[in-house]
């Protein structure tokens, strides 16, 4: 099957510095979701990208689809205390079945 | 409120031992997974299943069983043959339809050996 990679594995920056997640794929991906996950939580949807080149923003949060559709980044401009957590990229495969990378884990020092 | 709750939130189990983790949803949802979470590590599919009594092996089945009797139901066992089941696990659902749709996840059980 489709694997995803992400890096970086682990960052920490201090509030109001930006941070930015890649996610790499060896072939091509007909979509990428994005997820959060607080400490000892759940994974919660943050947005759905579809289109080569698409740029979507939510607030601080900048999400963008390469244009072969082989990557996909989150960067998040001063980040805050409220953004820590594991964001997890992830690819659809087959009917709805979802393929998710290793996820980058954020910290966030006040 | 629409949701999907999971229970146990912590569960322990005896060598040898079967256990099952409960997943209900009202959200209407047809699609239902099961994820194992190891620590520092992202999810891995489980089983899912698109309809009722209808269900299909993830990319580590091996130990583990379901059933989808309901719409609303979707539990898991994890059996006596899963030789390292302490994890975190997590149940999601979602529509089904040509849009990919995002999934929503339960609050999760956290399984360990006695």
């Known amino acids: 099957g489709q694997q995803v990679m992400q890096i970086p594995q682990y960052q920490h920056v201090q509030e109001g510095e930006d941070f930015t997640t890649y996610c790499n794929s060896s072939t091509t991906l007909s979509n990428i979701q994005w997820y959060k996950q607080r400490p000892g939580g759940h994974p919660v949807f943050l947005i759905q990208l579809v289109k080569s080149g698409e740029v979507k923003k939510q607030k601080r949060l900048t999400f963008q689809f390469g244009e072969a559709k082989k990557n996909s980044s989150l960067h998040i401009t001063a980040t805050q205390t409220t953004d820590v957590g594991t964001y997890f990229c992830a690819l659809i495969e087959g009917f709805q079945k979802l393929v998710f990378g290793t996820g980058t884990r954020l910290l966030v020092s006040p | 409120d629409g949701g999907i709750t999971q229970s146990p939130k912590y569960l322990f189990r005896k060598e040898g031992q079967n256990v099952t983790l409960s997943c209900e949803q009202n959200l209407n949802h047809d699609a239902m997974y099961w994820y194992r979470q190891d620590p520092g590590q992202g999810l891995r599919l489980i089983y899912y299943?698109?309809?009722?009594?209808?269900?299909q092996k993830g990319d580590i089945a091996e130990g583990y069983s379901v059933s989808r009797e309901k719409k609303e139901s979707f539990p898991l066992t994890v059996t006596s043959a899963q030789k390292n089941p302490t994890a975190f696990y997590l149940c999601?659902?979602?529509?089904?339809?040509?849009?990919?749709?995002?999934?929503?996840f339960g609050d999760g059980t956290r399984l360990s050996i006695l």
């Open positions: 299943s698109q309809i009722v009594n209808d269900f």
């Open positions: 999601a659902s979602s529509m089904t339809g040509e849009e990919f749709q995002p999934q929503h």
